[in-house]
């Protein structure tokens, strides 16, 4: 399996700014799709932006034009700009990565989590 490390997030006030990182801890084979969920108190969890092997890019309604996910082929690294942030961004964010880790070997794995909290 295929462990993430997630850093950055954080406590920020509405209007500002917060970048989040997500790495993979070695060599993947071959990504099929990376990206980023999060998952609000009470709520469950929704995917805010992916990227996949051919380089499309979606994003949730809710983020559209605020939020920009990109990714470092050579790090094996994701990434998630979020600006103009809204107390409603206020959710654990966790990166999912699917891909294989070798020839016959999927894996789909996800990252610890890190906080996200906008002040009003």
């Known amino acids: 399996q295929v462990h993430l490390v997630e850093s950055g997030g954080g406590l920020v006030q509405a209007g500002g700014s917060l970048s989040l990182s997500c790495a993979a801890s070695e060599s993947i084979f071959v990504i099929n799709a990376m990206g980023w969920y999060r998952q609000a108190p009470g709520q469950e969890r929704e995917l805010v932006a992916n990227?996949?092997?051919?380089?499309?890019?979606y994003y949730a309604n809710s983020v559209k034009g605020r939020f920009t996910i990109s990714r470092d082929y050579g790090k094996t690294t994701v990434y998630l700009q979020m600006n103009s942030l809204k107390p409603e961004d206020t959710a654990v964010y966790y990166c999912?990565?699917?891909?294989?880790?070798?020839?016959?070997?999927?894996?789909?794995?996800w990252g610890q989590g890190t906080q996200v909290t906008v002040s009003s």
């Open positions: 999912n990565v699917v891909g294989y880790a070798a020839v016959n070997s999927p894996f789909a794995s």
């Open positions: 990227i996949n092997s051919g380089g499309s890019i």
